[in-house]
């Protein structure tokens, strides 16, 4: 479950683009208005309970979320545009509208994960019994490379990254949309244009990115632009623009290079989806088999859920996961690094089902996206993207090559971080149980 904005894009010059205006004079002849509807968001609610118990979206996510649509709100009124909001379903609003309001088109966001399909397809029957049904335009996908410039159809996605990536890369990066021409950059203010600027030009961290990326907590080892790529606040053309910019103004090097090799697991994702649907969300994955990290048996396993509890409050006694479980659950945001040895650790070593850690994850982080969320869980337990059969990192190990002088566990322990005891139940619901 993502946030989505239905009929309004973030990115307000693909919804320009797509509407048939080019700039905001020409988008006043045509009456564009963003519109946010509670069709996707309505599931934020507490009362939209995961498996685990505990609600889908943390209160955090939401103040996130809020800040976003308050970033918009102003760049469409900068822009000339309404953006309208409402708690109704976008069929609920469109039927309260006279039939001069009602729009001719609906742009809508390319779904970005199975439940916002569903949506969609609820939202085509049911506006199509409108009196006057508009016509609705799926956007391209917020992806670095668009859906029709992939070299192959999609049912020959390939089934691992490195596959996906060399069949990309038989051309060269600049021969694809996003490097090309510079487009009006009508969006390109607010937090995240800042984050951009500050990573690429203002700091040139980009330029060191390949040896800083597997940094701990905060810091500007790497882009931390997930958030707002997450929710479309930001594009990825414009970030892979960006990037082709500063090489040619200031250095183009394997760091640089480095971040468009990042960029590209996103799309991979997506593409993965489009190719082997819902099976992505699943406990046996695309490839339809246990994970490696659990047994058979591991229902009647009494001390299971327990051992997932201590995961999620940072008591395992591992000191390294235990840190980054309680930066986790503090600040809502985590390394790549920290993530995949805290996958690893409940998946190979606390031997939990892979899913459960994806829930949770899923509540907390600020970058949260359906698709880069389940997809990479799924790569660490097995059942995914990964051509290895078991991805087990050895914390110690881990622990050793990048907090070598404990700094980071130091850091996290002087914030005095705790995580509630009531933050998931004592005891495992039914609903977890069940799955699997
Ligand atoms: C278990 C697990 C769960 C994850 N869940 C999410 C999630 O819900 N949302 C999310 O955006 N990323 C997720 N990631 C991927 C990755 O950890 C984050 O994208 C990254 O840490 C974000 O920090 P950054 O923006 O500084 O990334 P950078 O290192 O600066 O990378 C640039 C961009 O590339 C993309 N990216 C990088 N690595 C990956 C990856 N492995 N998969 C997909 N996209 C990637 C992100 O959009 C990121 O912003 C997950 C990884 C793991 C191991």
């Given amino acids: 479950m993502s946030f989505d904005l239905h009929t309004v894009l973030p990115h307000i010059r693909s919804h320009l683009e797509h509407a048939g205006g080019k700039t905001s004079d020409s988008a006043e002849e045509i009456e564009i208005a963003g519109l946010i509807t509670a069709d996707s968001i309505h599931r934020s609610g507490s009362q939209h309970v995961s498996p685990l118990g505990i609600p889908r979206v943390s209160a955090g996510r939401q103040r996130f979320y809020s800040e976003v649509i308050h970033t918009l709100e102003r760049q469409y009124m900068s822009a000339g545009l309404q953006l309208i909001r409402t708690h109704a379903s976008l069929v609920e609003y469109l039927q309260k509208l006279d039939a001069a309001e009602l729009p001719s088109l ?7 994960g199975s439940e916002e399909r569903d949506d969609l397809t609820r939202i085509r029957a049911e506006t199509s019994r409108l009196a006057q049904p508009p016509e609705i335009l ?11 410039e992939l070299p192959f159809y999609i049912r020959d ?52 990115y390949k040896e800083t990326r597997n940094g701990l907590g905060p810091g500007n080892y790497s882009s931390r632009l997930s958030k707002w790529l997450a929710v479309d606040a930001l594009h990825a053309h414009d970030v892979g623009r960006s990037i082709r910019e500063y090489e040619q103004q200031r250095v183009a090097n394997e760091s640089t ?3 468009i090799f990042e960029l590209l697991w996103r799309d991979f994702y997506y593409y993965l989806f489009r190719s082997v649907g819902d099976l992505m969300f699943t406990p046996r994955g695309f490839k339809m088999i246990q994970s ?6 591991w229902r ?17 006694g591992q000191d390294f996961i235990d840190a980054i479980m309680r930066e986790l659950y503090a600040t809502a945001e985590s390394s790549n690094r920290a993530r995949q040895c805290a996958a690893s650790y409940l998946i190979h070593d606390l031997n939990c089902p892979w899913w459960w850690g994806a829930w949770w994850f899923e509540y907390l982080l600020l970058d949260y ?16 993207a990964d051509s290895r059969p078991v991805r087990h990192f050895n914390i110690p190990k881990q622990a050793a090559a990048y907090d070598p002088q404990g700094s980071y566990r130091k850091w996290v322990a002087e914030q005095g ?20």
């Fill in 257 to 259: 290079y480095w971040l």
């Fill in 138 to 148: 799926i956007l391209p996908p917020n992806t670095l490379i668009d859906p029709d």
């Fill in 292 to 297: 490696p990290g659990l047994q058979e048996s």
């Fill in 106 to 112: 609906l742009c809508i966001p390319s779904p970005k």
């Fill in 300 to 316: 009647s396993d009494k001390d299971i859920w327990h051992r997932f509890r201590s995961w999620v409050r940072g008591t395992t």
């Fill in 417 to 436: 971080w705790n995580v509630p005891g009531d933050v998931v139940p004592r005891t495992a619901p039914d609903s977890a149980m069940a799955q699997g």
């Fill in 369 to 384: 996206h359906p698709l880069s969320n389940w997809g990479n869980w799924a790569y660490i337990a097995g059942v995914g």
């Fill in 157 to 208: 996605m390939p089934g691992t990254f490195s596959a996906f990536r060399r069949r990309i890369e038989k051309r060269s990066y600049d021969e694809y949309r996003f490097a090309q021409g510079s487009a009006p950059d009508l969006h390109m203010d607010g937090p995240a244009a800042d984050r951009l600027k500050f990573f690429l030009f203002e700091s040139d961290a980009i330029s060191r």
